[in-house]
């Protein structure tokens, strides 16, 4: 059988033509950003050791409190749990369509993330490094429950190419302040 000039081309232009990745919305990221909004508490259980944090298996009461910022296109975080605490931001790329996360915390660590919708839970894809360059990866999946006001998140990763304890945190509201008027404000001048 004799396969022509052009038919390989038309195949190598198939095959390297770029994924189409399902992407995020603007209007996604606003879903976001009021599920996070407001003053939280969380049971939590480190899943690894993080310095400046706690060591693996420490259980911890923490505290995140996320606020809508910038007319609407930032939602600053900050995370209080155990020895250590973080900031946050989370916002919309309109370059890669994507809800992107970037966190710094106090044992100098940072993390970046990639957040999407998938039915009604949030899948969170971060990597990361702990102050020495140790190399963090974690998805972790946040399902809602109670009208917004509770949430658990569930997963597993791995810190420095080895597996950490699965995670399951459950989180509850304690108020939403900062958020329904925020983005009604916000939207009024769009």
Known sequence: MRI????IALHVAVLTLPTIAQGSTRQ??????RFLQGRWIGDVTWVADFPGYGKRGDKVT??????VAEDGNVLTAR?????????????????TKEIKSLWVN?????????IRKSGD????????????????????????SDDGNSSTRTGSGT????????QHDVWRRLDKRNSDHAHEHNDEHR
Do not use: H, M, Q
């Not at 022509?4 to 038919?7: D, G, L, N, R």
């Not at 106090?106 to 990639?114: F, K």
């Open 159 to 166: 810190v420095g190419g080895k597996k950490a304890d699965d």
């Open 79 to 95: 995370f209080i749990g155990g020895t250590g605490a973080g900031t946050g931001l989370y916002y919309f790329d309109p370059g």
């Open 28 to 33: 996604e990221f606003k879903e976001y950003c």
């Open 62 to 67: 923490c505290y995140f409190e996320g606020k």
């Open 4 to 7: 022509s000039a052009s038919t």
């Open 121 to 144: 839970k949030w899948i969170v894809e971060t990597s990361g490094n702990l102050k020495d360059g140790t190399e963090t990866k974690y998805t972790t999946t946040v399902t809602s």
């Open 106 to 114: 106090t044992g100098g660590g940072v993390e970046r993330g990639t």
